[in-house]
């Protein structure tokens, strides 16, 4: 891990990196300077939070890509539980909606080399 890593990764919580709840925080509590300078990736390295992407166009390392696509997936299979719980906080339908997007999402991480 000697800083020469040229690779794009994921960060390991791929998932939860969401930029809607990343600027809600921010607002909420002024952390917007408080992003990590070093992160896990889903291969398992700590990289530089610059060297990490969520789009999976962006991404190059292959192991964070195959990482991403599994998390993906699971949160699709996750959501769409969810959403046909009775009693959920979120409707089938809103499930159906966000388990299309991470599917989607693991589709470009599964390959197709743009
Ligand atoms: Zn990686």
Known sequence: MG???????VEVKVVR???DV???MASTFGLAGDLPSQVATGCGL???????????????CLACREHARVEHLRFADEVERLGSTPGSTI???????AADRHRE???GF???ES
């Open 3 to 9: 800083g020469e890593d040229p690779h794009i990764h």
């Open 110 to 112: 599964s390959g197709a």
């Open 91 to 97: 409707t089938a339908g809103q499930a159906k909606l």
């Open 46 to 60: 700590r990289v530089p939070y610059a060297m990490t992407s969520p789009r999976p166009g962006a991404v190059t």
């Open 105 to 107: 999402l693991a589709a």
């Open 17 to 19: 990196r969401d930029a």
């Open 22 to 24: 990343r600027d809600l």
